[in-house]
């Protein structure tokens, strides 16, 4: 019993980084570790759940509760996503459109993605993504919007977590998105905590492994199907 706790511990560990690392919803003092932050993956699209569900509590309150206009209680959506995430994926999103749309060569696009200045294309880009957002918004029934929000912000993490897992990483130098590196696994413990069920994302294999728990939490995956990371931010 005492292992079946810890082990609910370490997981939960693994929930909060996943969660202060791609959001800005408080989540107190943790014991942060650079180290957890690739098995902390798996818990993307739990996060995703929670971001999009503070976005559909806004825009109920806004539309529902309140009765204003849909289009002004998809903006309000919007500005939860942003400040929920500390406009994180929208800052991503320019450097991509600012690097592919400036650089020629490999080295370039990376060297202007790394840029923290925002370019024509990045701009550009985000207006016309939150344009098409807004009008997403407003096409869809206002007691459809809620759910879709949450399904939404789940769905579009979980396709990151198998890019990373199949892709290329593209720097070779270090990056804060260098936890991007090694590939992560779903990892299910038995009751004994002390058996390992790894199951590749990309479907390829399953290996069962005798192991401690600590070092299922801290453990790198060999690349044994020539696949890296990805991750060009």
């Known amino acids: 019993m005492s292992k079946l706790i810890e082990s609910m511990k370490q997981e939960f560990s693994l929930f909060l980084h996943a969660l202060q690392y791609y959001s800005r919803i408080p989540v107190g003092q943790i014991d942060f570790c650079e180290e957890k ?22 825009f109920a309150l806004f539309a529902l509760a309140l009765r204003l206009p849909q289009s002004v209680a998809a903006v309000a959506a919007l500005a939860a996503m ?38 024509a294309y990045g701009v550009m880009a985000l207006i016309l993504a939150f344009l098409l957002k807004f009008s997403l918004f407003v096409s869809i029934s206002s007691s459809q919007l809620p759910w879709v929000l949450v399904a939404a912000h789940s769905t579009s993490r979980f396709t990151p977590i198998l890019m990373i897992r199949n892709s290329q990483y593209a720097r070779v130098e270090n990056s804060k998105a260098g936890h991007t590196r090694r590939k992560p696994c779903l990892l299910y413990t038995s009751d004994a905590a002390d058996d390992l069920l790894c199951v590749d994302l990309g479907g390829r294999r399953i290996t069962k492994k005798k192991t401690t728990h600590n070092h299922i939490l801290t453990r790198r995956r060999s690349n044994t199907s020539g696949a890296s990371t990805s991750h060009l931010h």
């Open 37 to 58: 932050l690739t098995p902390a993956l798996r818990y993307f699209p739990l996060v995703g759940i929670i971001v999009g569900g503070l976005a559909a509590v806004v």
């Open 82 to 119: 942003i400040l929920a995430t500390g406009a994180l994926h929208e800052d991503g999103f320019a450097d991509f459109f600012d690097g592919f749309g400036g650089g020629y060569t490999k080295e370039r696009i990376l060297e202007i993605m790394k840029d923290s200045r925002s370019g």
